[in-house]
Each structure stands twice: as structure tokens, then as C-alpha cells.
């Protein structure tokens, strides 16, 4: 019985070790031997590329963060001058509004006036003398509107020439800002490209340091 109690245990621990073996056998080949120099080196080469390529990512964080913000900068640089543009012209059509109702006012005004005039003309003539009365305040009248429409059309073509004016200055506005978009989004790439360039450059620098240690391992075993 005590000897079925100890081939029991030998065959426990046997097993242990051996899973303990299996557990292990991941990291088994992250390191050429398991020295303390060695381990030290291997594991000092592996933080070392951790720390740079944490470096590589907060410069790259930072540089994004830029970008974001010279972006957000850019859309309102161009909105801020749609706006002032767009205002003015606003202004610009407010004043060709109130001019236009001003001339339309003074025509009405004058011909009220021509009215008035006839009417008290209408009463101090003869039935005879009537059509020539009426045709004459009505060519006045005519002469009226000509006049109006002549102060009017210089408005009608400075305001159709201002909305042309206009649209090509936003549309200026937008070619400049997809410009500037344009370049930042490059820049962006190529801040893409270093971060990858960078990390690889840290990689191969692993590489090498690793194969360093063991070639050194290596040499010594020999």
C-alpha cells in the first residue's frame, strides 16, 4: 500500500513537471539561453522597442491632433469669408431694394400729382377742350414711368452683375479651402508613412540587437 502511495506521487509529479514543461514551452524560444545576462539583454531590447514606438505613436498623436485642429481652422477661415462675402452682398441688395422703392414711390407720387392737376383742370375747361387735357396727363405720365424705368434698369443690371460677381468669388472661396484640404489630407499621409517607416526602422533595429544576443549566446556555448 505505501508503495502504491509513492509510484502515485513519482507519477504526480512526473506529470506536473511535464505540464509545467508544456506551460512554459510558448516562451520558450525568447531566449537563445536563460542566462542572466542574457534574459537581461533580450528584455532590455524588447522595452527599448516598446518605449520607441510608444514615442512613434504620441509624436503621431500629437501631429494628428495638430491636423484636426489647423482643419477645423481652415473650414472656418472659409466660412467666416462666404459669410462676410455673403453679407455683403446682402447689404449691396438691400440698398439697390430701397433705391428701387424710392424711384417707384416718386412715380406714383408724380403721377397723384398729375391726377390732382387734372381733376382740377377737368373743372375749369370745356367739354371740348377735355381729350387734349386727359392726352397730355396721360403722355406726362408715361414720361413719368420711362423716367422710372430708366433710373430702374442701371439697378436690374448692377444687381444681376453683383449675383455673378458673387458665385464666382464663393466659388473662389471653395476652390481655395479644397486646396487647403487637399494639402493637409497629404500631409496627413505622409505623417502616415513616417509613423509605419519609423516602427519598422525600430523592428529591424530589434531584429538585429536579438540576433546580436544570440550570436553572442551562440559563441559562448561553443
Known sequence: MKQHITLTAIALATS?????GCYESPRANEYPDHTVN????????KQNAYDQKEAVDIKSDQLSTRMDFDERQIHEK???ERQAL???AEGEAASRAARKRDIHS???YDKDVIDSELASKMRLISPEEFG???AEAARRKTDVDTEAAGKLEPIASDSAQS????SQLILAIDHDESKAISALDQERSRAREATRAD???IDKWTNDELAKVGYDSESTQR
Open 16 to 20: 506536473m513537471l511535464l505540464l509545467s
Open 86 to 88: 455673403l453679407n455683403e
Open 106 to 108: 416718386q412715380a406714383e
Open 163 to 166: 449675383k455673378i460677381r458673387t
Open 38 to 45: 542574457t534574459t537581461r539583454r533580450v528584455k532590455d531590447i
Open 78 to 80: 472659409y466660412k467666416v
Open 199 to 201: 516602427k519598422l526602422k
Open 132 to 134: 387734349a387735357v386727359q
